[in-house]
T-cell receptor, first 113, second 114 residues
Framework: KQEVTQIPAALSVPEGENLVLNCSFT??????LQWFRQDPGKGLTSLLL?????REQTSGRLNASLDKSSGRSTLYIAASQPGDSATYLC????????????FGQGTRLTINP | EPEVTQTPSHQVTQMGQEVILRCVPI?????FYWYRQILGQKVEFLVS????????KSEIFDDQFSVERPDGSNFTLKIRSTKLEDSAMYFC????????????FGSGTRLTVV
């Protein structure tokens, strides 16, 4: 059974810092990995998708990497801003069936002005 | 950018009542899903729907739950007799076919059972 773990559970940093969020998963047989952002009481906004054959994806100040063999992904946020404050969720989908997502518990990020 | 639309955004219902949560997935997507998130907990899979039938369901998705795609555009989740523990945020999602296509989630329906 796939298990996804995110470390740290919460992170508070001053504005302007670069930071790394970590995600680990137990079964390397994944279809793809997706990072989401969730604001309090809101839906899930997709940030980056990494296919199982890829090593990284970039969008603006965000860079996500994938090491499938070790079951790890990182989300790098450059030059953090107060507007980046949110919960960041990592989710993996498996190869078989309907490729359902298995989510981590998230990292709650606070960027202090 | 195409969106997944969910209605209502918030629903309050009495225990034992039936509720229907509605979703309009992205029009050219082929896979449809319901997930839920109990306050403070992980987002968890309920059911997937493909080619007009359930393709996978979780242990949570028991006989109290059903899904339907009645008209080619709407996708609904029905909870027949709500329980207090059904209180959660329910998310609809859709996805195109292929590994290069990720999930698009709706903004959710907050269901409160009293």
């Amino acid at each position: 059974k796939q298990e996804v773990t995110q470390i740290p559970a919460a992170l508070s940093v001053p504005e302007g810092e670069n930071l790394v969020l970590n995600c680990s998963f137990t079964d390397s047989a994944i279809y793809n990995l997706q990072w989401f952002r969730q604001d309090p009481g809101k839906g899930l906004t997709s940030l980056l998708l990494i296919q199982s054959s890829q090593r990284e994806q970039t969008s603006g100040r965000l860079n996500a990497s994938l090491d499938k063999s070790s079951g790890r992904s990182t989300l790098y946020i450059a030059a953090s801003q107060p507007g980046d404050s949110a919960t960041y969720l990592c989710a993996v989908s498996r190869i078989q069936g309907a490729q359902k997502l298995v989510f981590g518990q998230g990292t709650r990020l606070t960027i202090n002005p | 950018e195409p969106e997944v639309t969910q209605t209502p955004s918030h629903q309050v219902t009495q225990m034992g009542q039936e509720v229907i949560l509605r979703c309009v997935p992205i029009s050219n997507h082929l896979y449809f899903y319901w997930y839920r998130q109990i306050l403070g907990q992980k987002v968890e899979f309920l059911v997937s729907f493909y080619n007009n039938e359930i393709s996978e369901k979780s242990e949570i998705f028991d006989d109290q739950f059903s899904v339907e795609r009645p008209d080619g555009s709407n996708f609904t989740l029905k909870i027949r007799s709500t329980k207090l523990e059904d209180s959660a945020m329910y998310f609809c999602a859709s996805r195109a076919e292929g590994a290069g296509y990720g999930y698009t989630f709706g903004s959710g329906t907050r269901l409160t059972v009293v």
